[in-house]
């Protein structure tokens, strides 16, 4: 069973500027809850015992979000404002479940994944992106699922327009059952000329701890960062078995301005 996951913060969130300078983008509202409160959600509902927070000393309000407020507390218990208090206290739900580990600078999601490695101690875990919320389907206790039944690592897919490739990482497969996609390689965001597939990758995997090593030896990419699609071809030529798993759920893409705005009419 996959017990342990990594949920990547550090980034800067350019893409969201001028709103997240000052509020990181994952505790934007979404519906009752915070971006992040979503995919904290999905991973419990999944049965995740320990989730590993990746996030920097900038964003120390994360921290504050999910840990108590003793003077706050204090306040509302004289104040005997009981409605307040239990609004607080949804969030204890995550206390004893988030470990916080720190990316000195943004250097990619494969950087992010490697400062977690000391804190992953099983063999696979679950890699959860916040920028990606899926609705309607718990997508990683389906994935898990896949993950058990061919003892795999696991890539959540989905199919996009042909327009839209070269936006995303895509799999290319050797064949398809029901759902899953038996994957051959991955590639970066190609034209669509050179695109192998319209199914595209989207931010939940279960990993291999061999991902470490592979990450390890990945070169930084045109961009200065380490990217965990070129640690992930390394394990693929290297024989490893990956699943492509085309969710069912509803995809909301939380990443930018456009759709973050969407994203909130689905609530």
């Given at each position: 069973m996959i017990k342990e996951a990594i949920i990547p913060l550090a980034g800067l969130g350019t893409r969201l500027l001028p709103f997240s300078k000052i509020l990181p983008k994952e505790l934007l509202p979404l519906g009752n809850k915070t971006i992040l409160e979503h995919v904290l959600d999905e991973c419990l509902e999944a049965?995740?015992?320990?989730?590993?927070?990746?996030?920097?000393?900038r964003k120390k309000i994360i921290k504050d979000y999910l840990y108590p407020d003793p003077y706050l507390?204090?306040?509302?218990?004289?104040?005997?404002?009981n409605k307040s208090i239990q609004k607080l206290r949804i969030l204890d739900r995550y206390r004893n479940k988030i470990k916080f580990?720190?990316?000195?600078?943004?250097?990619?999601?494969?950087?992010a994944?490697?400062?977690a490695k000391s804190a992953i101690k099983d063999k696979f875990f679950l890699l959860v992106l916040p920028d990606d919320i899926i609705v309607k389907e718990n997508c990683s206790k389906k994935m898990i699922n896949i993950h058990n039944k061919y003892h795999s690592s696991v890539i959540a897919s989905k199919k996009v327009?042909?327009?839209d490739v070269s936006r995303y990482g895509i799999i290319k497969y050797s064949k398809k059952i029901n759902n899953n996609l038996f994957i051959s390689d991955v590639v970066e965001k190609p034209n669509l000329k050179n695109s192998p597939s319209n199914y595209a990758i989207i931010g939940r995997y279960i990993l291999s701890t061999k991902i470490f090593s592979s990450l390890k030896i990945t070169k930084k990419g045109s961009?200065?960062?380490?990217?965990i699609t070129d640690a992930i071809k390394h394990l693929i030529y290297n024989d490893n078995k990956f699943v492509g798993h085309i969710f069912s759920g509803t995809y909301l893409d939380c990443g930018t301005v456009n759709g973050y705005n969407n994203s909130l009419k689905k609530f």
């Open positions: 049965g995740i015992k320990k989730i590993i927070l990746v996030t920097s000393k507390l204090k306040y509302l218990k004289k104040k005997n404002d580990v720190y990316q000195n600078s943004p250097k990619g999601l494969g950087d994944v490697l400062v327009k042909s327009s961009s200065g960062e380490v990217q």
